[in-house]
């Protein structure tokens, strides 16, 4: 079974820079997996921001960009701000329809 | 603008049915692959079930396979999830999403839409 990993939090201060990462359990994340990052906060449905893993969504701003670092698709918040307090979502893709999610990263900015 | 509206959620007892649609518009409907996404209480985002754009491919993740059924109606722009023998363990928000599609300039194998989801509670 493909378990996708994630910290389960992390914190950032305002202005701050962090990075967020997605990782396979057994193997390396590559471009191959298409991965996607989403941003939700309670209640609401989830946003896409990152799509084929350093393409950004339409509106989102450019302090979100996706890369793959070492063996892991990563997202990068660059002078995050109050409202990015959210929970962080990956996705890989496996082919054939199938996705498998991270399991999230609940992001604190203080 | 793309708009997806879930309906269909609800209390069901375990081991009942209940169908759920995704009224999908603004865009060519059977011209994208569609999926439904779950989320239980407190926890994350779960795949649950892809269908392509002509209907002729489903796929299921594990938990649900054999219990419910993805389809479409192309002619009335609407997705559903049929489900049937509900556990506690099904109890979720569920959402539509638009993708995962071959890659464009707007998309690459991911959701680029989501419904706002509609909550099933499965509970005597």
């Known amino acids: 079974q493909t378990v996708v990993t994630q910290e389960p939090s992390f914190s950032v201060s305002p202005g701050g820079t962090v990075t967020l990462t997605c990782g396979l359990s057994?193997?390396?994340?590559?471009?191959?997996?298409?991965p996607s990052w989403y941003q939700q906060t309670p209640g609401q449905a989830p946003r896409t921001l990152i799509y084929?893993?350093?393409s950004r969504s339409s509106g989102v701003p450019d302090r979100f960009s996706g890369s793959i670092l070492g063996n892991k698709a990563a997202l990068t918040i660059t002078g995050a701000q109050a409202d990015d307090a959210s929970t962080y979502y990956c996705?890989?893709?496996?082919?054939?329809?199938?996705?498998?999610f991270g399991g999230g990263t609940k992001l604190t900015v203080l | 603008e793309v708009q997806l509206v879930e309906a269909g959620g609800g209390l069901v007892q375990p081991g009942g049915s209940l169908r759920l649609s995704c009224a999908a518009s603004?865009?060519?409907?059977?011209?994208?692959?569609m999926s439904w996404i779950r989320q239980a209480p407190g926890k994350g985002l779960e795949w649950v079930s892809f269908?392509?754009?002509?209907?002729?491919?489903?796929y299921y993740a594990d938990p649900v396979k054999g219990r419910f059924t993805i389809s479409r109606d192309n002619s009335k722009n609407t997705l559903y999830l049929q489900m049937s023998s509900l556990r506690a363990e099904d109890t979720a928000v569920y959402y539509c999403?638009?993708?995962?599609?071959?890659?464009?300039?707007?998309?690459?194998?991911?959701?680029?839409?989501w419904g706002q989801g509609t909550l099933v509670t499965v509970s005597s």
């Open positions: 999403a638009r993708g995962p599609t071959y890659c464009s300039s707007t998309s690459c194998y991911n959701f680029d839409n």
């Open positions: 603004g865009f060519t409907f059977s011209s994208y692959a």
């Open positions: 269908i392509s754009g002509r209907g002729d491919s489903t």
């Open positions: 057994s193997g390396s994340v590559s471009s191959g997996y298409y």
């Open positions: 084929n893993t350093n």
């Open positions: 996705v890989l893709y496996m082919g054939s329809g199938i996705s498998v």
